[in-house]
């Protein structure tokens, strides 16, 4: 199936984000499952929205995971409805 098919709420895992650090352009995003995993706006690619500042507490999201030297990490956020 082409990937213009598939609808846009099933291109993404869902979370929401648990915290945001704006000062320091980071925070935590938890997934459905309960996981927390780390995002940095210097390593985040933003849909939806073009500004790190609509990202708060509570506000659930799509997203796309990757790896760093770190480990996990969020590499895609999709805001579907800004608050």
Do not use: K, N
């Not at 915290?19 to 995993?37: A, I, K, M, Q, Y």
């Not at 933003?46 to 995971?65: A, I, K, R």
């Amino acid at each position: 199936m082409p990937v213009e098919d598939v609808p846009v709420e099933r291109r993404y895992y869902r979370g929401t984000v648990s915290v945001v650090h704006h000062g320091s352009r980071t925070g935590w995003l938890r997934t459905e499952r309960g996981r927390e995993v780390p995002f940095a706006a210097a390593h985040l690619t933003l849909v939806g929205t073009t500004s790190f500042s609509t990202l708060c507490p509570g506000l659930q999201v799509g997203f796309d995971l990757g790896r760093s030297s770190r480990g996990l990490c969020v590499t895609t956020i999709r805001v579907y409805d800004t608050p």
